[in-house]
């Protein structure tokens, strides 16, 4: 369900785009409303209480707009050399994991996809892949320096900033999880990860619930 504005505030959208009939149509007009906020924000034709409901209204119209959309074109190579285009993830459910090692929640988040990793690696129908908005030197020192030691036993794209800005621009925050269906379509967003090491198992939960949920239907059908 959308979020409702009072009609003075939808005033502040301008011309609404025309609906969306693609991933990259729900971004593009994400954008051209994001921008024609921020202008009369600066222009100080709206207050920054207006605008910052105005943003999350935003937010919540794009997500809703993204859901039930062919994800876009990609070609993907992680840190283990395979690559995951549109074709080959076809016939399977696919979280995709968008992070940075200077995100706090982000980090983690790390022992739970390494959970959810290793109880679903043999499921052929089941793809874990980690998008990582750093280069892999990045990433390389963060495990292996620090306090306390990590380890990532699912598959990492290094180097993803300009995919997060192009191919999935649809990203505002991070950490992001988006859900691919079997079709190639996504089924489920979630952004947002935990602060304390006491919340993995609420987070782990709901992960599964998404993920057996979808799986399931695929058994259903056949």
Do not use: H
């Not at 959970?115 to 495990?143: P, T």
């Not at 380890?151 to 925050?173: H, N």
């Not at 609420?202 to 998404?210: G, H, P, V």
Request: aromatic residues 12%; proline residues 3%; positive net charge.
């Amino acid at each position: 369900m959308r979020y409702a504005l009072p009609l003075y505030l939808l005033s502040l959208f301008f011309c609404i785009p025309a609906k969306a009939q693609t991933f990259d149509e729900c971004s593009d007009n994400y954008y051209t409303r994001f921008k024609q906020l921020q202008l009369q924000r600066t222009l100080k034709q709206v207050d920054y209480k207006t605008a910052d409901s105005v943003m999350f209204a935003l937010g919540v119209d794009l997500d809703s707009c993204i859901i039930g959309k062919q994800m876009p074109e990609f070609e993907l190579v992680g840190v283990s050399g395979k690559k995951y285009t549109n074709e080959s993830l076809k016939g399977k459910v696919v979280l995709f994991n968008f992070w940075s090692v200077n995100c706090g929640p982000c980090v983690v988040e790390i022992p739970v996809f390494n959970r959810l990793f290793l109880s679903y690696r043999d499921m052929k129908d089941f793809v874990l892949i980690s998008i990582l908005w750093d280069k892999e030197e990045a990433m390389n020192k963060f495990l292996t320096t620090g306090l306390t030691k990590r380890r990532i036993a699912y598959e990492v794209i290094p180097d993803s900033k300009s995919l997060m800005k192009g191919t999935f621009k649809s990203v505002k925050a991070l950490p992001t999880n988006l859900f691919m269906d079997r079709e190639g379509k996504i089924f489920m967003k979630n952004v947002g990860g935990i602060i304390e090491t006491k919340d993995e198992q609420r987070l782990e939960d709901k992960l599964r619930s998404i993920i057996d949920g979808e799986l399931s239907k695929g058994v259903a059908a056949n």
